[in-house]
């Protein structure tokens, strides 16, 4: 299987004349990871939108080498050169693609991407979970990608490889050895057992007991001091007015004029992250760009509001992880988009009438800046 491989990455090489015009790239969710723990590998591929992937070679996932298998294939002997050698691990899933099968390579059938796009660059992207069993130096070569540009198939090969360290699970061991293992130890004289024996077992079991009881009124007198001044507290500001006032502060910042294009585009995506946590109970914070639009779907009824939303989370998402480089006007459009947003889905206060007849409350604003 390995030779199969590396034939067809050599061919690959041989017959790839055009100049490449996709970036392929691969991470390990961590640097390090303990044996046997899972972890997942993603494949990333960076393209012109016109450009259809037809295949992927299979070794991104079924070859894994180690470098603690090849060193101990040297042995003392580390003059000579030997074929790296395949690690020791269990492929668990492959994400959203199929099984090839018996094939060595993901057909077109075979392949399904999460993807984002702006302009005419799109990424593509799918990940993989491994349970890595050899310790040391773990590593993959970046797989052989063929393609289509319009102009006919031509096939891609990034060099370079993507390595992981697999650390050994923690072990206690005592290896030393003194005088009690030159002779075997004679067995204790058991002693008749009275009631004495027991009494530290009685002041112990008081003791929990006492600290039981001590531990339940203080539970039931903080519990109640903590409602007070849960009902006593200030109540936080709205979750609008927290973001309104942290876009006008990024704008007035003044970064993507500043050629900081990605400092402001993660600050802009991050405001309307937290927005949407806070406005919605919605961990967008810690989930995807897809989750957060499927949720918010569920909530938002202006399309026209979900999808602005998302086209600036994307765009984000290509400039910080693809290194993508939008056109100028969109920073002004996206901020002028992320207040109109804010400001659609705010929650209001509704007047109520007062004892007197009179109106009192009013709708939440915060003035431009």
Avoid at 25 to 50: H, R, Y
Avoid at 105 to 131: I, K, T
Avoid at 177 to 186: G, T
Wanted: with cysteine; proline share 5%.
């Amino acid at each position: 299987m390995i030779r199969k491989y590396l034939i067809l990455i050599y061919g690959l090489l041989l017959y790839c004349d055009a100049p490449a015009q996709l970036e392929v790239t691969a991470f390990w969710s961590q640097d390090t990871v303990e044996m046997g723990q899972i972890c997942q590998l993603t494949l990333t591929i960076f393209k012109p939108v016109n450009t259809r992937i037809l295949a992927v070679s299979r070794n991104v996932v079924d070859s894994v080498y180690s470098a603690y298998q090849t060193l101990q294939a040297l042995g003392q002997d580390t003059s000579r050169s030997v074929v790296p050698l395949l690690a020791d691990y269990d492929l668990l899933n492959y994400g959203g693609w199929q099984d090839p099968g018996e094939k060595f390579y993901f057909g077109p059938n075979d392949l399904s991407w999460d993807s984002s796009s702006s302009g005419r660059d799109e990424l593509l992207q799918n990940s993989f979970d491994l349970r890595l069993w050899d310790p040391g130096e773990n590593f993959i070569f970046l797989p052989a990608v063929l393609y289509d540009s319009g102009a006919g198939q031509e096939q891609h090969q990034e060099p370079g490889v993507v390595k992981v360290f697999v650390s050994p699970p923690a072990v206690v061991a005592n290896t030393q050895s003194d005088s009690l293992s030159m002779a075997p130890i004679k067995p204790i004289i058991a002693e008749p057992s009275n009631i004495t024996d027991f009494i530290g077992i009685f002041y112990g079991l008081a003791a929990l007991a006492i600290a039981a009881l001590g531990y339940w009124i203080f539970s039931l007198v903080s519990r109640k001091r903590n409602y007070r001044e849960a009902v006593e507290e200030k109540p936080k500001e709205p979750a609008h007015v927290i973001a309104l006032d942290a876009l006008y502060k990024l704008r007035n910042e003044k970064l993507w004029q500043a050629g900081e294009i990605k400092n402001y585009q993660s600050r802009l995506t991050h405001i309307i992250r937290e927005y949407i946590e806070n406005r919605y109970s919605i961990p967008a914070l810690e989930v995807t760009t897809d989750e957060i639009v499927k949720r918010v779907r569920n909530v938002v009824l202006s399309g026209n509001l979900i999808n602005s939303m998302e086209r600036v989370l994307r765009v984000a998402d290509l400039v910080k992880f693809a290194k993508a480089t939008p056109d100028l006007a969109i920073h002004e459009q996206f901020m002028e988009e992320a207040l109109h947003f804010v400001r659609e889905t705010k929650e209001t206060e509704q007047k109520t009438e007062d004892a007197t007849g009179g109106m009192t409350g009013t709708n939440k604003e915060i003035k431009a800046i």
